[in-house]
């Protein structure tokens, strides 16, 4: 691994950066390649990319147009994902981490794991079990594969502000209500983005195959993270307002962990609390 390289697409996003900054710490022979670099839009993008590549490189893609609300997103996202295999498809890397979601799954009754088939209920689960069937089909044979699916993501660093932590974080320190949808009750597995850069450090140290799930396998509902931040300030209102539409994945979305203990099984999940009290701490150092 020392004289191959590893390459991150998306390496100024939310995940990118967190595992760019993880893995440059390890002095690692990484490259960090954003938009700035190439801009997989454009259509001189592959050919830029091929040059980059080399034989046994691992190559970790978290290049997307995320969250995938609509179907201008989904063709864009097609197109970014269609020029970097144009490029992957003639180079026989080591390792191709994909960077996809939980959103491929369908709503259940009962815990997921990478057993169940998926079956995507969105434009954004569209778009990533489309670009997993790509990857698969245009890599080199010998390339391992690994999709990693996470749940909701939440730390610092997320420039995206979606409804959960991050957003109500931003609001506790804005002195704003933290706002929730109905009564706050769909219960949610969320995993801490420190987790996440862990999790992919071992799938590249370890060599894994196969696809993984990135969960806790432990629920949350958001009015019970909103009171956590009521915890830490008394001062902090929480405002309850009508939700529009249908309450996403029936108010429950549950994961078994069983697969990601058992290739990890030193890993050992913070509560929630200690991470938001971290990311707190995290905030007032940087300003």
Known sequence: MKNKKIIILGSKGFIGNNLYKNLHNQKMNIMGISRKEIDFLLDNSSDKLKKILSEEDILINSCAVAPCRDISDFLKNMKIISNIQKAVSQVNLKKYINISSDAVYPDLKHKITENVK????????LMHINREFLINNTCKEKTKINHL???????????????????????????????????????????????????????????????????????????????????????????????????????YRAFNEKKLKKFIPDLKFKSFQNNLFNMINEFHEKN
């Open 118 to 125: 998926p079956h995507p209920l969105s434009f954004h689960g």
């Open 149 to 251: 699916r996470p749940t909701l993501i939440y730390g610092t660093g997320d420039p995206h502000n979606g409804y959960g932590p991050n957003l109500f974080l931003k609001k506790y320190f804005t002195n704003k209500k933290i706002e929730i949808f109905g009564n706050g009750e769909e219960k949610r597995d969320h995993i801490n983005i420190k987790d996440v850069i862990k999790i992919i450090d071992r799938v590249i140290k370890k060599n894994l195959d196969g696809n993984l799930n990135l969960v806790t396998g432990k629920l949350i509902t958001f009015y019970e993270i909103a009171e956590e931040f009521k915890k830490m300030d008394n001062k902090v209102k929480i405002k309850k307002i009508k939700r529009k539409g249908k309450m996403p994945h029936n108010g």
